[in-house]
């Protein structure tokens, strides 16, 4: 979502008429290809750590748990993703992408490192999951993000920066949305692993505070970021009626498109937790429900994310 509107800019500055703009526009499409092999490299990372675990728990119909991909090829697997994610970066030539992907990579490894086993410290293991979310979204902003944001540019990407004091409005409510997110979609797919996690004396949020107070606390977060998005729409709305033409050139009116989209996804997740707390006993459904149900509608939820942006 904040690499194509800097491609675009590219693209108006006539682009093609500089080796060193084509290939920065190149650049702008792979980074999240950047993330999608750091991130899938971590997760293979974390089945390799966990797979007796995994056996215990019933997930038998994973690669690595059930034998059908050995631990050398696994790890070669782990360090050819991030290898190649870590140098993409590398050619934007500029700090801020290279400080973003190294952060996500140390939180994949220190996630599923024994001893350090981020994903064994209660509210850390969310934490760094959130924090690896935002760190994925904001480098698709980070070309631009290093040059010299006060700068008077007047370039197709001012529809989505919303410069204020320094800060970009925009990628920051964005990251936050998706930090959040997490202490839904992640207590939920720890739900269906209770009886594993106990076993190998994991504390994880359901453990702690119980099936139905977990379901209950992902409710009360769904609503809380449903209303942010209206605070955040009123907000920066207001703010500009008050401060006049001056600052409308540099904080972007936000539409309501935003909101809008943010709260129809919110409403579906709030559906689909009433469903889970109906059926918090069966087990299977749980586990299912996470994987055919709750990732997609996270999905859904940066979707809706795009959609308030594209229609700034």
Known sequence: MFCVPSALNQIQGNIFGSFDNRLSLLISFLLPISTLLIITGMYV???LFDADLDR?????????????VSKGHALLFVIMTN???LSIPVCTNNLLGILLTSMIALIGILYSL?????????IIKTCAIGIAMANSLLLGASIYLHEDIGADTG????????????LILYPIFAGAMLFIMV???????DLGDIKGDRETGRRTIPIVIG???TVRLCLLITIGIAFSSWMFYVTSNSYNEGNGTELHNNVNSISIALPLAVSGT??????????????????????ESVSKKSMPLHLLLQLSLVIGCLLQ
């Open 45 to 47: 990372l974390n089945d």
């Open 56 to 68: 215990s728990n019933g997930k038998t119909n994973r690669p690595i748990s059930s034998g059908k």
């Open 83 to 85: 290898v190649i994610g």
């Open 114 to 122: 024994p001893k350090v086993s981020l994903k064994d410290t209660y």
């Open 155 to 166: 370039n197709a990407f001012r529809w989505i920066s919303g410069h204020l004091e320094g």
């Open 183 to 189: 202490f839904v979609t992640s207590p939920l797919n």
């Open 211 to 213: 099936k139905k107070n």
């Open 266 to 287: 919110c409403l579906l997740i709030i559906f689909h937790l009433l469903n889970v707390l109906k059926k918090m006993e069966d087990q299977n459904y749980i586990r």
